[in-house]
């Protein structure tokens, strides 16, 4: 393979812009949705969830896997259902909010 032939050229860019797009984009989000995945798996009564709507509550009845919904209680004595699909983010009992 000839150093000036155009398909040579090509591959030198396009092969390192692809390794960089895989490394710091694809990767990365594929990892954090694997994570989300594994929480919401693991949900157990007690646990604080956040929805994707911004709502906090704590989860009063967790059913299985195969259920697609959860009881959260977002207030005293003021329960909702939700769909785990709407879960963004899973904290265990009595884990304090992100200081950020």
Do not use: C, H
């Not at 949900?43 to 989860?59: E, F, N, P, Q």
């Not at 207030?75 to 879960?87: C, D, S, Y």
């Amino acid at each position: 393979m000839n150093l000036n032939d155009p398909l040579f050229q090509t591959l030198t860019l396009a092969l390192p812009m692809i390794a960089i797009f895989y490394f710091l984009l694809w990767r990365p989000q594929s990892q954090k949705q694997k994570q989300l995945r594994n929480m919401i798996e693991n949900l157990r009564r007690g646990d604080t969830v956040v929805t994707s709507g911004g709502i906090l509550g704590k989860i009063v009845k967790a059913t299985p896997n195969d259920d697609p919904e959860i009881m959260v209680e977002i207030a005293e004595n003021v329960q909702v259902r939700v769909l785990k699909t709407t879960i963004s983010d899973v904290r265990a009992k009595g884990q304090p909010a992100d200081k950020e």
